[in-house]
């Protein structure tokens, strides 16, 4: 009981360091190369940016208030759970913005170069979305809306979820910027939904694994007691030998794959291993089952 509690309050913390993580990553992409050239890649942040150009409004405080009022339909809609993680999430991201923006004022492009803050203002908040996915969360604003979309529509991923809910900001960028602009902003957008799809897709990644081998035992003991997973075995007949062996499959990720593989070659087990990557995994043990 003591284990499993300690177990649960570790995996807690981590959630949350993950997440505090990922805001900052998220608040130090969109700031410091976003909000000055003005790309709209949807989102909050590319309304806020919109705002800030209409209004006097400054585009932190437009994004606190929008992530507030898409935090209680998100609520609604998707869980208290979600709404307790990305609640925590969207305050950490608006502290953060209203930090740098009275720390760092920003009267331009950081580096002068648009291209080179595109890619910035695309892969840093990519990289921190597909983070927060990953651990149920987000960085609230649209991407509750797009999360909605996912979870009561047949659209089954996120990128294109996400692609849909924010096109609408990029539409409206070419009539409050320039055609220029609103260029850029359509190619972050396109180039911002691969990239979260393709890191989730990394960090989704496990190992389905069939293994013949003479002896099953240690295998199946190492699978799991030292990896706590399942493995199934069966009897069979090499077609070359006409000898017996066991077949054992198993599911595992990437790190646990690793440990595997070194353990039978660590124990000098005859044993032959097939790996094949796969993010389709529903089940006990996996996170996104």
Same mark, same amino acid.
Request: glycine content about 6%; some cysteine; overall charge positive.
């Given at each position: 009981m003591e284990h499993n509690k300690r177990e649960k309050i570790m995996a807690y913390v981590s959630q949350y360091a993950? $997440?505090? /993580?990922? $805001?900052? $990553?998220m608040s130090v992409g969109v700031y410091f190369f976003k909000f000055p050239n003005n790309f709209v890649f949807g989102g909050v942040t590319g309304a806020a940016a919109l705002v800030a150009k209409l209004t006097p409004l400054s585009a932190s405080a437009f994004s606190s208030w929008a992530n507030m009022i898409l935090l209680v339909v998100g609520l609604i809609f998707l869980g208290k759970k979600f709404a307790m993680t990305t609640g925590y999430a969207s305050v950490v991201m608006s502290a953060e913005l209203?930090? /740098?923006e009275k720390f760092f004022p920003m009267h331009g492009s950081l580096s002068n170069q648009p291209m080179l803050d595109l890619l910035f203002a695309i892969a840093l908040p990519a990289i921190a979305s597909a983070l927060l996915f990953n651990v149920g969360a987000s960085s609230g604003g649209t991407d509750v809306i797009a999360l909605i979309v996912e979870k009561y529509t047949h659209i089954h991923s996120i990128a294109v979820a996400l692609f849909l809910t924010d096109l609408f900001m990029v539409v409206a960028a070419c009539f409050v910027f320039n055609l220029y602009t609103a260029l850029y902003s359509f190619v972050g957008l396109t180039v911002k939904s691969l990239v979260i799809d393709a890191v989730l897709e990394r960090i989704k990644m496990c190992k389905a694994i069939l293994i013949i081998c003479d002896d099953k035992d240690p295998i199946c003991n190492f699978v799991m007691r030292k990896l706590v997973?399942?493995?199934?075995?069966?009897?069979?007949?090499?077609?070359?030998t006409d000898k017996p062996h066991y077949m054992i499959y198993t599911t595992l990720t990437n790190r646990e794959a690793g440990q595997l593989q070194e353990f039978i070659h660590k124990e000098n087990l005859n044993a032959f291993i097939s790996m094949l990557s796969t993010t389709e995994v529903f089940g006990k043990g996996f996170n996104h089952a």
């Amino acid at each position: 009981m003591e284990h499993n509690k300690r177990e649960k309050i570790m995996a807690y913390v981590s959630q949350y360091a993950i $997440i505090t /993580l990922s $805001i900052t $990553i998220m608040s130090v992409g969109v700031y410091f190369f976003k909000f000055p050239n003005n790309f709209v890649f949807g989102g909050v942040t590319g309304a806020a940016a919109l705002v800030a150009k209409l209004t006097p409004l400054s585009a932190s405080a437009f994004s606190s208030w929008a992530n507030m009022i898409l935090l209680v339909v998100g609520l609604i809609f998707l869980g208290k759970k979600f709404a307790m993680t990305t609640g925590y999430a969207s305050v950490v991201m608006s502290a953060e913005l209203m930090f /740098l923006e009275k720390f760092f004022p920003m009267h331009g492009s950081l580096s002068n170069q648009p291209m080179l803050d595109l890619l910035f203002a695309i892969a840093l908040p990519a990289i921190a979305s597909a983070l927060l996915f990953n651990v149920g969360a987000s960085s609230g604003g649209t991407d509750v809306i797009a999360l909605i979309v996912e979870k009561y529509t047949h659209i089954h991923s996120i990128a294109v979820a996400l692609f849909l809910t924010d096109l609408f900001m990029v539409v409206a960028a070419c009539f409050v910027f320039n055609l220029y602009t609103a260029l850029y902003s359509f190619v972050g957008l396109t180039v911002k939904s691969l990239v979260i799809d393709a890191v989730l897709e990394r960090i989704k990644m496990c190992k389905a694994i069939l293994i013949i081998c003479d002896d099953k035992d240690p295998i199946c003991n190492f699978v799991m007691r030292k990896l706590v997973r399942g493995a199934t075995y069966t009897p069979c007949f090499g077609a070359y030998t006409d000898k017996p062996h066991y077949m054992i499959y198993t599911t595992l990720t990437n790190r646990e794959a690793g440990q595997l593989q070194e353990f039978i070659h660590k124990e000098n087990l005859n044993a032959f291993i097939s790996m094949l990557s796969t993010t389709e995994v529903f089940g006990k043990g996996f996170n996104h089952a």
